[in-house]
C-alpha cells in the first residue's frame, strides 16, 4: 500500500511532514518514490533531494485520470514505500463553469450547477488510487475543536479510507494532553505528533517556496528533520502502509479506467512510434533561474529518441554543440536577472540560434528570458536575450490557475486549431501584445461563475513562447512535434554556423 498525506488546509505543515516522512524513510536505506497532487514544481525539488528519485506530479486536470493511475503504478513498481503529497485541503479541487469548450472528459460527476469542484483535489487521487489518507492537523490553535475539525473530514466522504491523523504543531504536553482527549471520540488513530520548533522552517517568496538549489544549508534541515520522525510517528503502524506491495500495482492495471483508455508509457513509445534513426538533441536550459520541468516531459523526449543535454543561462558562454532544439523551462529569472543579463556571450548564442531557425520551446520564465528586458520588483531594468519585441515586467498579482486554450497558429510544438490544458503561475506581465497570439485562452471568473478569453503566447521565428505550463503525459503529439520540428531546422541552422566558421 501507500499514503497520501493531505491537510485540512493550506499552510498546516504538509510538505514539513512529507520530507520527516521521506527523510526518515531514506536514512533506513529504503527505496522510495514520492509524488504531489498538482500542477507544484518546487515541492517535488525537495522530494528529489531526499529521496535521490524524480518526484512524479500526480495532476488528472493537465494530464487524465488514466494518466495519474498508470504513472503512479509504473513508478513504484521498484521501491520499497511510496508516499504522495496532496495539495491544499483534502477536498479542494477545481470547477469548470460554462466551458466554452466541449465539456472536459475527465470523468467528473456534475453536482447538478454545472460545476465539478472536487475534480483534481487530493480525495479525488485517493479515490483514484485507492489509497489511504494521513490528514495532517494544524493545531496551533486549537483545543477541544480539534475534534470536530477531524470529525468533519473523516464523515465528510465515506469513500475516502482514512489511515489515521497527524497533530502538528503541538505547543506542550498540556496542550497534546487536551487534543488527545478531543480526539478519542473520532474512529480515526493518531499516528504523529509534531511539536512546534521554530528552526524547523523552510524559506518562501513570491512564487512559493525557495527551490533546493538556494539553500546552502538544506542538509542540515533535512538531517534535522530525519531525526525528529524517529520519535513524532508511530512507525509501528506506519510502516506496514508505506511498504508498496503488489496488489495496488494489480488494482491500478485491473481498474476500469485503464482498461477502458490507453495512454502513455515508456514501454510503450518504441512499439506506437519509430525512433529517429539519429538522436535528436535537445538543449534543456537548467540552472537556478530554470528549473520548473515535469520529470515525465523530459523523459518523454528520451523515450521518442531526443538526447537531452542540460545548460546553464547563468554560467555557460556558449550552447551545446550539435544541438538541434532549445526547451526553456519556467522557474525564477528576475530573481537571476542581472547575472542572466551580464552573460552577454549565451544571450547572443541564443538569439542567434533562433534566428537561424533553431526550434525553440519557452514557458513562462524562459518567455521572459527570451524578451527585450527583465523589469525586476525594484523596477531595475536587465536585457534579456531580445527574440520576442516586448518587456516582462515584474507585478504583485499573481496570475494562477488552470486554462483551457486552442492553439491560433502553428508552431514549433502545436499545429492550429490544437485544444491543450495547462497551467499559469507568475507575476509579471508583458509590455507588448503579440501581433499574432499563440493561444486564445480560457481563465475561470468564480466571482462571476464564467469563463472568460483571453489571448496570449508569441510565436516567433520558430519559437513557441507562453506563460501557460504544460505537461506532455498522454500528450505524445505535442514533443513528437516538437523533436520532428528539431529534425528538419537543423540543416538550416547547420548551414548558418559553417558559414559563420
Known amino acids: 500500500m501507500s499514503l497520501i498525506v493531505a491537510g485540512e488546509r493550506s499552510g498546516v505543515g504538509k510538505t514539513t511532514i512529507t520530507l520527516a ?15 504531489k497532487v498538482g500542477p507544484d514544481y518546487i515541492d517535488p525539488m525537495f522530494h528529489q533531494y531526499v529521496t535521490g528519485k524524480p518526484c512524479r506530479n500526480l495532476d488528472p486536470v ?21 508516499l504522495v503529497e496532496g495539495v491544499m485541503g483534502l477536498f479542494d479541487g477545481v470547477r469548470f463553469f460554462d466551458p466554452p469548450l466541449p465539456p472536459l472528459e475527465r470523468g467528473e460527476k456534475d453536482d447538478g450547477d454545472g460545476c465539478f469542484p472536487s475534480f483534481a483535489s487530493t480525495a479525488h487521487i485517493s479515490r483514484l488510487l485507492n ?11 486549537l483545543s477541544a475543536s480539534v475534534a470536530a475539525i ?31 482527549n478531543s480526539l478519542k471520540c473520532i474512529n480515526s488513530p493518531i499516528l504523529g505528533v509534531f511539536r512546534r520548533h521554530q528552526n524547523i522552517s ?16 538544506l542538509d542540515i534541515l533535512i538531517n534535522d528533520l530525519a531525526n525528529l520522525a524517529k520519535t513524532c510517528f508511530d512507525w509501528e503502524k506506519l510502516l506496514p502502509i508505506l511498504k508498496v506491495e503488489n496488489e495496488i500495482y494489480q488494482y491500478l492495471l485491473s481498474s476500469q479506467v485503464c482498461s477502458d483508455q490507453t495512454i502513455y508509457l515508456p514501454s510503450l513509445v518504441a512499439n506506437n512510434f519509430e525512433k529517429k534513426r539519429s ?6 536550459a537548467r540552472d537556478r533561474a530554470f528549473n520548473f520541468y515535469y520529470q515525465d516531459n523530459l523523459d518523454i523526449l528520451e523515450e521518442l529518441g531526443a ?33 542572466l543579463s551580464e552573460n552577454f556571450m549565451v544571450r547572443k548564442a541564443v538569439k542567434e540560434a533562433i534566428i537561424s531557425g533553431m526550434p525553440t520551446y519557452a514557458e513562462c520564465g524562459g518567455l521572459m528570458y ?44 502545436l499545429v492550429a486549431n490544437t485544444q491543450v490544458y495547462g497551467h499559469e503561475f507568475h507575476r509579471s506581465e508583458l509590455t507588448e501584445a503579440p501581433p499574432m497570439p499563440l493561444y486564445k485562452m480560457w481563465r475561470v471568473d468564480e466571482k462571476k461563475n464564467q469563463s472568460q478569453a483571453t489571448f496570449e503566447g508569441w510565436n516567433f521565428e520558430i519559437v513557441h513562447a507562453s506563460y501557460l505550463h504544460l505537461h506532455w503525459g498522454n500528450r505524445i503529439d505535442i514533443p513528437r512535434r516538437f523533436i520532428e520540428q528539431g529534425s528538419r531546422g537543423v540543416r538550416e541552422w547547420g548551414r548558418s554556423q559553417n558559414k559563420n566558421n
Open 370 to 413: 527570451l524578451s527585450e528586458a527583465i523589469i525586476d520588483f525594484n523596477s531595475n531594468s536587465w536585457e534579456m536575450v531580445g527574440i520576442l519585441p516586448t518587456k516582462a515586467v515584474m507585478g504583485k498579482s499573481l496570475k494562477l490557475g488552470y486554462r483551457q486554450a486552442i492553439s491560433n497558429i502553428d508552431t514549433p510544438l
Open 21 to 35: 516522512l521521506l527523510a526518515y524513510l531514506k536514512q533506513q536505506h529504503l527505496k522510495v518514490q514520492s509524488f
Open 202 to 217: 523552510i524559506p518562501d517568496r513570491h512564487l512559493g517556496l525557495v527551490p533546493t538549489d538556494e539553500m546552502p544549508d
Open 307 to 339: 538526447k537531452i543535454l542540460f545548460w546553464s543561462p547563468l554560467k555557460d558562454e556558449n550552447l551545446p554543440v550539435g544541438i538541434q532544439g532549445l526547451y526553456f523551462g519556467g522557474g525564477f529569472p528576475e530573481v537571476f536577472a542581472q547575472q
Open 62 to 82: 493537465l494530464t487524465s485520470e488514466v494518466y495519474v493511475q498508470q504513472c503512479f503504478g509504473r513508478n513504484i513498481q521498484d521501491v520499497d514505500c511510496a
Open 279 to 284: 538522436e535528436i538533441l535537445i538543449g534543456v
Open 131 to 141: 489509497l489511504p489518507v494521513l490528514l495532517v492537523l494544524d493545531c496551533s490553535r
Open 150 to 180: 477531524a470529525h468533519g473530514f473523516v464523515s465528510f466522504d465515506p469513500s475516502i479510507n482514512f489511515a489515521g491523523l497527524i497533530l502538528n504543531r503541538v505547543g506542550s504536553d498540556r496542550h497534546l494532553q487536551l487534543l488527545q
